[in-house]
């Protein structure tokens, strides 16, 4: 139980464009879901923390208006990479947390490459 | 704020070889302490964790002691094998998995046969 998937797995862009990336828990209903970005060989940075039907909280430095996020239904949450520049190419990751159902940590999706051209 | 500082690697071993990551922290109140790896080309998937002081959590022949004194989790395992060849991270939350962790930079294990 408690799988999270992550859709496309990897995504190549062109700069100027924009890239949706979709977080799903298959099987349970996360409350709360995060977004990560992972450079090459480095730790992973938190991006933002979204809550089911509310705004995201970002964190200091990641350009909220870039970086879009919705978490429309307790099962899904996506991540807009607008205007994508080559600098945005990297590793995001998301994971998902529900509260009030024994579940009591976060489950990573597995990733999805990001390379802008 | 929150913080932890991670062993830094890469780190390469022989089979069988004992290991030993060493993981401290910086937090406010009492956090659950977590270790995670990435196998090449996969997500994080969660190792062991403790969510209290002098807990020990085990997972796959890892280990790993929750030290309150020392502000330490350092993962250990007594006898590695090639497919422990990851990256392992440890990290620190508040006890709720709805609260953001906070990750060390990795550690990179290479397991040589």
């Known amino acids: 139980g408690a799988v999270v998937s992550q859709h496309p797995s990897w995504v190549i862009c062109k700069s100027g464009t924009s890239v949706k990336i979709e977080c799903r828990s298959l099987?349970?209903?996360?409350?709360?879901m995060f977004w990560y970005r992972q450079f090459p060989k480095q730790s992973l940075m938190l991006m933002a923390t979204s809550n089911e039907g509310s705004k995201a909280t970002y964190e200091q430095g990641v350009e909220k208006d870039k970086f879009l996020i919705n978490h429309a239904s307790l099962t899904l949450s996506t991540l807009t990479v607008t205007s994508a520049h080559p600098e945005d190419s990297s590793f995001y990751i998301c994971s998902a947390a529900a509260s009030g159902t024994g579940l009591t940590e976060q489950y990573f999706g597995p990733g999805t490459r990001l390379t802008v051209t | 704020g929150n913080s932890v500082t991670q062993m830094e690697g890469p780190v390469t071993l022989s089979e069988e070889a004992f290991l030993t990551i060493n993981c401290t922290y910086t937090a406010t109140g009492y956090p659950s302490l977590f270790w995670y790896v990435q196998y090449p080309g996969e997500g994080l998937q969660l190792l062991l964790k403790?969510?209290?002081?002098?807990d020990k959590g085990s997972n796959k022949g890892f280990e790993a002691t929750y030290r309150k004194e020392t502000t330490s989790f350092h993962l250990e395992k007594g006898s590695v094998q090639v497919s422990d060849s990851a990256v392992y991270f440890c990290?620190?939350?508040?006890?709720?998995?709805?609260?953001?962790?906070?990750f060390g930079t990795g550690t990179r294990l290479t397991i040589i046969p």
């Open positions: 403790a969510t209290k002081a002098d």
């Open positions: 099987d349970f209903q996360a409350t709360t």
């Open positions: 990290a620190l939350s508040g006890l709720s998995g709805n609260e953001k962790l906070t």
